[in-house]
């Protein structure tokens, strides 16, 4: 029997720990079966090699934290969408704070116009717009002209929105 797919519904994130889990059991079996090499390379440097694993397990545990942050994110969102009647006795979302408060605890308070969503999505444009920028500052490649922007055009330009 096959089962109603809601395009809208946000995925449960349990799926990118078992992604995470089952990539980090895979990659585990190298220092198993390159055991001999590692302890070699390893006593060359100690303090070095100490750093890099500690800054290695450090990345995955904050990996770990983030995923596990979004499922509180996407069962409001969803309990939000469906207009969930137990949504006060979901926890309130921490990272989609601010949006709950300016769209309301249910459909029914939110005073939104579409102009007032319009601007909010523009912010929210923006911002990623500016991350991005800031990403290319920090790369360095910000001094880099934009790739075949000449030849494109008029078609780089109705891309940007201009």
């Given at each position: 029997?096959?089962?109603?797919l809601?395009?809208?519904?946000?995925?449960?994130p349990?799926?990118?720990?078992?992604?995470?889990?089952?990539?980090?059991?895979?990659?585990?079996?190298?220092?198993?079966?390159?055991y001999r090499?590692?302890?070699t390379?390893?006593?060359s440097n100690?303090?070095l090699?100490s750093?890099?694993?500690?800054?290695?397990?450090?990345?995955?545990?904050?990996?770990f934290?983030?995923?596990?942050?979004?499922?509180?994110?996407?069962?409001?969102?969803?309990?939000f969408?469906?207009?969930?009647?137990?949504l006060?006795?979901?926890?309130?979302?921490?990272?989609l704070?601010?949006?709950?408060?300016?769209?309301?605890?249910?459909?029914?308070?939110?005073?939104?116009?579409p102009?007032v969503?319009?601007?909010?999505?523009?912010?929210?444009g923006?911002?990623?717009?500016?991350?991005?920028?800031l990403?290319?500052y920090?790369?360095?490649?910000?001094g880099?002209?934009?790739?075949?922007?000449?030849?494109?055009?008029?078609?780089a330009d109705r891309?940007?929105?201009?």
């Open positions: 029997m096959a089962r109603d809601d395009p809208y519904k946000l995925s449960n349990q799926i990118y720990l078992w992604r995470i889990l089952i990539f980090l059991a895979l990659v585990s079996f190298i220092p198993i079966i390159l090499q590692i302890a390379t390893f006593a100690p303090f090699n750093i890099i694993i500690l800054v290695g397990v450090l990345g995955i545990v904050l990996a934290i983030q995923v596990i942050r979004l499922f509180r994110e996407v069962n409001w969102v969803n309990g969408r469906l207009g969930d009647p137990g006060e006795v979901h926890r309130p979302p921490v990272l704070a601010p949006m709950s408060v300016l769209l309301g605890n249910r459909i029914g308070e939110t005073a939104i116009t102009q969503m319009r601007s909010i999505m523009d912010s929210i923006t911002r990623l717009d500016e991350a991005r920028e990403g290319h920090l790369t360095g490649l910000s880099l002209p934009r790739p075949a922007r000449h030849l494109l055009g008029p078609v891309q940007r929105g201009g």
